[in-house]
Structures are given as C-alpha cells and as structure tokens.
C-alpha cells in the first residue's frame, strides 16, 4: 500500500437524501484524491434490520452506487463494490466471532437504541447483535489505516480496534488497527425539523426532480414562532434555514437574515428563493444521473470489477489469517 487506506460503507435500505450526500458522500469525493480508497454496498449489513423482506435490496444496491457515480465517485480512483459478491467477508466474520466477547457487544451504544427507536422490527437476533463484528471485518479485511467518521461514531471503531488487537494477542500481528479519519458533517434537519430520514418521510431525495424539490421545500417548517407575515422572524430558529447555509450564497444570506428580522421578508419567498438555489445546485448531478442511467448494465459492471479487485486483495488478508491460524 503506498497510501494510508480507507475503507468506508453504506447500507442500502432506501433512496439516499441530502443527508448522505452532506454526511457521507461530500466528504468521499475529497478521500478518493488523497487516499487508497474501498467503498462498498454494505448488502449483508441490510439484513441486520431488513432480513424479513429482502425484496428491494437489490434494488436500492443499484440505485444507491448509481448516486455515488452521478456525484463523482471515480471507480479508476477508488474501488467500488457489493459487500455479498465477496464472500471473504463472511468468512473473516466468522472467524472474529469466535473470539469477540458477548459483552463487548453488549455495550454497543447503538445495540439499544436502535432496539428502542425500531419498535416494529424484531431485532432480537444474532446477526443484529454481532453486526459489530461483520463491521469490524470490513474494514481489517482490507487492512485500513483510516475509517472515516464523526465524533458519535467513535465508540463503534473502537470494537473494531478491540477486535482486531484480541487477534493479533491470540494469534500472530495480522491486523493494523484503524485509526479515526474525523469528519464534520453538518446536522441536517428534514422537512418536520426533525434528523432527516426516510422513516420519517422527510426527505429530499437526491433522485428528486425540480418539481419535487420546489414542492417539498415549500412544505418545509420555518419558525414555529412567527405566526402572521408582519411578525419578526429569526433565522436561527428556522428549520428551513438549516439548508439555506448550505444552498443560498453568502450575498444573498447576507441580505435575506437581516430582512427577516424585520419582517421585510416573509417565509413563502424565503422558502422560494431556498427552492431555486437547490434546483440549480442539484441540476448537474440530476443530469448526469440521467446519463449514467441511460447506460445499460453499467452499475453492474462497475460492482463486478470493483468486486473483483476487493476480492484480490482481501484473499491476501484471508491467507495470512488462515496461517495464523494455522489451518
């Protein structure tokens, strides 16, 4: 490896909104230009909380790497693939999870709270509870160096550090142990003011059109407080706002949060002028989206080749395990 690696995933239960491209992929684009770069499907990990009906998973899969494309992820700077199409990932969790105490998974911040906040699912299963195991040999699979992720996601790399250090006590030094790549991701509020996410149905999904965009800005929640049109509004508490200081020029910010204040300015409009700065700022991924759909089997192609080379290089690790072993 001559560059620091990176390895990083994303579960495709669903279309991506601006929340993942904000969160995840903005800070991909940058990664793939300084970085050895693994970015994958994480298909298994769906079956964590979607197992009862696998039926769009396939689906989204193809939809979700089409949006990474659209947005310029470079399949010839960093390697794009489905985490099922190879199998070493399976086998390597298999293996951690003979040796990964049932307590450290306990602990797991996310174990309960996610037991909590998805009421209607049974997640009392073993695969939810060992996800941080598969997570762990995703990432050791490939001998990463850096993980992105924010400060609330800490905790997770740390079973991943644990997992990968209780190999290589046990056995002989196979794993680096990744180090935290801290991102900045800005809290994005969807239409209701709460976390954008499609179990909310507040989302602007980057598939959106124009029309659709224009349509759910409109219907976005602005400050609760300002009840008529004459009333003095305050930006700082506008839901709507959150995304004005990721879409509307500084120029045009400059005059709007004064207007507000004052009343100079009313919702309806402020909401209008969001729309249309969102339409043109989107209108380049929207187009090429267009165009990379239009293309018969590409995705397809791209998961296969990106497969393959993580194959490669994961039947490598999976050697030097099997060794350590002693198998």
Avoid at 17 to 29: A, I, M, R, T
Avoid at 179 to 184: I, K, M, P, S, V
Avoid at 270 to 279: D, R
């Amino acid at each position: 490896m001559g560059r620091n690696r990176v390895v990083s995933g994303m579960r495709p239960t669903g279309k991506l909104h601006l929340g993942h491209f904000h969160g995840v992929l903005d800070n991909w684009l940058k990664l793939q230009e300084e970085y050895d770069c693994f970015f994958f499907a994480a298909d298994w990990h769906s079956l964590t909380t979607e197992y009862a009906d696998t039926s769009a998973i396939r689906e989204n899969t193809r939809d979700m790497v089409l949006d990474w494309l659209a947005f310029g992820l470079d399949p010839k700077k960093c390697t794009i693939f489905e985490q099922s199409m190879v199998p070493h990932h399976a086998e390597l969790n298999l293996i951690l999870g003979m040796i990964t105490p049932v307590s450290w998974l306990e602990r797991n911040p996310t174990y309960k709270e996610m037991q909590e906040n998805l009421e209607h699912r049974d997640l009392s299963t073993f695969g939810f509870l060992g996800y941080p195991v598969l997570m762990a040999a995703d990432i050791i699979l490939y001998k990463a160096t850096r993980v992105p992720v924010g400060h609330d996601q800490i905790p997770h790399l740390e079973i991943t550090r644990e997992i990968a250090r209780r190999f290589n006590h046990l056995y002989t030094p196979v794993f680096p142990e990744p180090e935290a790549l801290l991102t900045e991701t800005p809290k994005l509020l969807g239409l209701d003011g709460r976390k954008m996410s499609k179990s909310y149905g507040n989302s602007v999904y980057l598939s959106d059109d124009a029309d659709e965009t224009r349509k759910k800005v409109m219907s976005m929640v602005t400050d609760t407080a300002r009840v008529r049109r004459a009333d003095p509004g305050e930006p700082d508490n506008c839901v709507a706002f959150n995304l004005h200081r990721l879409y509307v020029p500084q120029e045009k910010l400059d005059e709007i949060v004064p207007a507000c204040r004052s009343a100079a300015i009313g919702c309806v409009e402020c909401k209008k002028i969001l729309a249309e700065c969102m339409v043109e700022r989107l209108a380049p991924f929207r187009e090429k989206r267009k165009e990379l759909a239009a293309q018969s089997g590409l995705v397809n192609q791209v998961l296969e080749e990106g497969s393959r080379r993580a194959t490669e290089e994961s039947g490598a690790t999976l050697a030097e395990v099997r060794s350590a072993l002693k198998f």
